[in-house]
Structures are given as C-alpha cells and as structure tokens.
C-alpha cells in the first residue's frame, strides 16, 4: 500500500507557465519534505513542515513556495518554472517514534519537465 | 564545507567482493545517521539505520564514530543487485531535516 503518493509522477510544463505538484500521506507523520534532486546529484532540500510550521531553506528560490492545508497534504507550487528547474521533485515524510528513532518514506517523486 | 560529504566514487567491483563507503558529517548536533539506497530514476529508499553501537543486516554492516563525526557501510559478497547510488542521510537534532550526502555510485560487475 503506498504511503508517500505523488502526483502526477511525470509533468510537463512550459518555460514560465506555473505548475503545482501534490504530495500525500497516509501515515499521519507530522514531518513533511520538498526535495529537488537534478541528475546524478543529491536530494537538495527545498523546505519542510513541522506540523504547521513552515521552514524554508535558505538557498530556496522564492520561485518556490508550498502549501499544506492539512497533515496529509502537502504542494509544492513553481511560480514561472525555467529550464533549470527541471528535476525530480520527491516528497517524504519522517515521524519520530516512542523509542526515539526516526522513520521516513519517500514517494516515488514527479519528473518535471521544462519546455 | 559540505555538511555530508561521501567518496566520491563511482565504485566498481567483481562480483563478491567487499566494498566500503565512507561518509563524514560537519555538524556535531547531529543525531540520526541513515544510508539510503537510490536506483537510477527511482525514489531513494532506507537501506538500514546507523547506531552507535554499530549495526549489521546480513551482508550490509553500518558503523557510526560520533567522536570523527564519521560513518560507514560495509556491504560483503556484492550482488549484482547491490548496483546502485548509496546516499549517507543525517538529521541534525532540533532541525528535524534530512541532509544528504551527494551518494556514491556502486557498480558490481559480473
């Protein structure tokens, strides 16, 4: 049963024309993640929710915002999308257990493509 | 400096043979250590947790040195299923975020 879901798994979207990618959870984890990763680099953490709490990284473009309207929901909103910003867009969530340990999930993640 | 820093890599090893990654942290306040596994075009996914103690999951063994703010990941008798990108993960406490490393791509070669 998939956990962490992405939608749409692959986006296509003209240069400048905004663009929305949706995340959703069904494990109630109160952490929730936007990751841009680009070919053959790292996951670079965009900004993350801690309930409510919203924390941007600093390096993120302000091109970048999020939304998340609930606990199991989270967007992530491209405002005028450039050829740079196409990547695979991924998703997770982390929740912290009784025993202390960290558990995360990530979805499968969108493509983003940049016509 | 990176906060996570991996060998560079990419790693390329017969089949059966023992290989090591490497992986440092800059930030002492760290608290959670992870190594997630990435397929090409894939979503990473959590290959095992690193404590302190050090931990071992069949052919995949884990060590954390807080001390050399320094973590590792044994993988014995590689399988050709074991290619792929190896990412070293740190929560650093209070933050509640993940940091990568920039992975290190394994190649096992039949």
């Known amino acids: 049963d998939a956990m962490v879901i992405q939608n749409p798994r692959y986006q296509v979207t003209q240069f400048g024309k905004p663009v929305t990618l949706s995340c959703s959870q069904t494990?109630?984890?109160?952490?929730m993640y936007w990751y841009q990763q680009k070919s053959s680099q790292a996951p670079k953490l965009l900004f993350h929710y801690y309930d409510k709490d919203f924390n941007n990284e600093a390096d993120t473009p302000d091109n970048f915002q999020s939304r998340r309207p609930n606990t199991s929901f989270c967007f992530l909103d491209i405002r005028s999308p450039g050829l740079g910003d196409a990547a695979m867009y991924l998703c997770?969530?982390?929740?912290?257990?009784?025993?202390?340990?960290?558990?995360?999930?990530f979805g499968p993640g969108t493509r983003l493509l940049v016509l | 400096r990176k906060e996570v820093e991996q060998d560079p890599g990419p790693f390329n090893v017969p089949e059966g043979a023992t290989v090591a990654f490497n992986c440092t942290y800059s930030?002492?306040?760290?608290?959670?250590f992870f190594w997630y596994r990435q397929d090409c075009r894939k979503e990473p996914k959590l290959l095992m947790s690193v404590y302190s103690s050090g931990n071992e999951d069949g052919r995949f063994t884990a060590q954390l040195n807080r001390a050399s703010q320094y973590i590792s990941l044994l993988i014995r008798d590689s399988k050709l299923s074991d290619s792929a990108t190896y990412l070293c993960?740190?929560?650093?406490?209070?933050?509640?975020?993940?940091?990568f490393g920039q992975g290190t791509r394994l190649t096992i070669n039949p």
């Open positions: 993960v740190v929560i650093i406490q209070g933050a509640q975020k993940l940091v």
């Open positions: 997770a969530t982390s929740s912290r257990g009784e025993d202390g340990q960290e558990t995360q999930y």
């Open positions: 494990l109630n984890h109160n952490v």
């Open positions: 930030n002492s306040a760290s608290q959670s």
